[in-house]
């Protein structure tokens, strides 16, 4: 089947547009070069560190571009609704109280204790819910018509794509400012928003740039996916720590743009995960949560295949909880 | 006495010098902004993360200009010998390695292991020697004598404190792009070359900002120095976490910009810098040492009186072991 004409959620324009609205909203986060570290991977590696964006996560981005262009359309909105394991959770609360809406955000019960209390932090009113078995979509949808308030979906909403792709606008500026075009760009994905977004905003600025995701392993729906041709599902799996990772599927929005923009998608284990948080402790300084460090976990095992190449990893949260921090401290030096 | 007709060491058109020497050696490092943190503080908070510098602290700026000065006026020059326990060691032997010195450098055998491990991989010898029966400085001597080497000193240098500086310098061009007049810059204090260049650089631009050094409890000789009005040493004192703190006096050439240009130094104890790594970890996503994180150790203690400010916080270092970033992690959360 040919895909090609295929008409996208999401384009360039759009994230441009997005970036325009976020403007004084959202942090432009630095794009992080470690030369003394490069050097000794044999690789350029730059971080985009998503990390340091408000809420320590990119999810800020498109809850906001979501939250404004809303705003924008109906200046009787009073509430929002969210269901999310945590970042995207944190993101929606704090996007709205720094617009003025009142949020009620849904949340497993197993959700880490710091993503909770953020969220709750933040103002919002948290609905506990049993992840495997409850519906966390029906318990939105109830508070949403109980409150009128507007369900804002964790990837699958073209604002939310855009809002996510301006943290790859901001990559293919810092990269010009640079004076480098990447041989490689890769995010961590759970729905894929963040880095069908991503991927939107670089190809069109940097077209031979490979746009990679990167999946935990056990939930590697995307890979399976991309090779089937088709949206399939996780197959039933022991737990991830990459909390954050763990959508059912590809988007119905997301999934067209990963066919059409990415090269693959990379698949890591928790230990390659622990790793690279340790990695990230020790040479970059950087808090990186286990789902956040996906792309970095990838791109340490890709060392060989990169040689004298440079490669953007988006780190896409650092909301650890201490004990994940200690485990990660844990680990030896991955570069010894 | 009136000090203030005294030629200081340094002035800021070093500081500019050694930025335009710096281009395209050191890092430009971020001024990190977190509203939310900020809007839970009660002051602005921002930070100047001297942790994501060429390796992890702010010790490479002044060694590269030390290098680089020296190179320019000796173009046969080709060792460098220093003494360190630990940050200016890594500054030093990194800046060598990338402008083609051989490096020696001195360390306490008490160093942390990550400072040995990283300047050794960076290319130098290092020499331990007994922090308490050895004398470091007449090592260095012998060393410089054997090899025709330059001994770069830890702070008492123009060219170190000027380098050292240039972190003061982007701070006043990155709070003006954020239209922003610090009320206060904090930086920690061991001979005193990053805060008494970053206070030069600063005061030109700002003269109204209150500049602040941050030191460990027993190790409080500048404090103890300014209110005598002239250089004291340590007294014998419990050890400090603050490794990199553990200066014996103020510097001679630093010491003449602390006392005409500081608003004072806060003095605060290792629980105190263990919450601010705490606080670093959860809030801030920056992995940072114990003597980096002194200063912010220093403004959170001082949050009632900050109240609707804005004060910038260097964290001069990163270079935590794990054992200690572990420690840190165990602390429950400073803002709760």
Chains 1, 2 share one sequence.
Do not use: W
Not at 27 to 50: M, N
Not at 124 to 147: F, G, K, P, T, W
Not at 249 to 269: N, Q, Y
Request: proline share 6%; aromatic share 4%.
């Amino acid at each position: 089947m040919d895909h090609s004409s295929e008409t996208l959620a999401v384009n360039a324009a759009d994230v441009r547009e997005a970036a325009e609205r976020l403007k004084g909203h959202a942090i432009v986060t630095p794009l992080l070069d470690y030369p003394l570290v490069s050097e000794r991977l044999g690789f350029r590696l730059l971080i985009k560190a998503e990390t340091l964006q408000i809420t320590g996560s990119f999810k800020f981005r498109g809850a906001s571009n979501r939250l404004l262009a809303a705003k924008a359309t109906d200046p009787n909105l009073r509430a929002v609704v969210a269901f999310s394991s945590g970042n995207h959770a944190q993101g929606v609360a704090a996007a709205a109280k720094l617009l003025g809406f009142k949020a009620t955000i849904v949340m497993p019960s197993d959700a880490p204790a710091i993503k909770v209390a953020n969220t709750k932090g933040y103002g919002a009113e948290v609905v506990l819910y049993q992840r495997h078995s409850e519906d966390r979509e029906a318990i939105a949808r109830a508070i949403a018509e109980r409150e009128g308030a507007l369900i804002v979906p964790p990837y699958d909403d073209p604002f939310i794509i855009a809002g996510q792709g301006t943290a790859g606008l901001e990559i293919t500026s810092q990269a010009k400012a640079l004076g480098v075009t990447p041989d490689l760009v890769i995010a961590p994905c759970s729905g894929g928003g963040l880095v069908g977004g991503v991927a939107t905003a670089v190809k069109d600025v940097f077209p031979k740039t490979a746009i990679y995701a990167a999946e935990p392993a056990g939930y590697d729906d995307l890979s399976r996916s991309l090779a089937a041709g088709e949206r399939v599902p996780n197959k039933p799996s022991a737990p991830s720590i990459c909390d954050a990772l763990m959508a059912e599927r590809p988007g119905a929005l997301t999934f067209p743009i990963h066919r059409k923009l990415l090269a693959g998608s990379k698949v890591v284990s928790d230990e390659a995960v622990l790793d690279a948080m340790s990695f990230a402790q020790r040479h970059l300084k950087l808090v990186v949560e286990p789902g956040g460090a996906a792309g970095l976990a990838a791109v340490l095992a890709m060392r060989g295949e990169l040689q004298g190449k440079t490669a953007v990893v988006v780190c896409s949260g650092g909301n650890a909880d201490p004990e994940m921090i200690k485990r990660a401290a844990d680990r030896g030096d991955p570069l010894l």
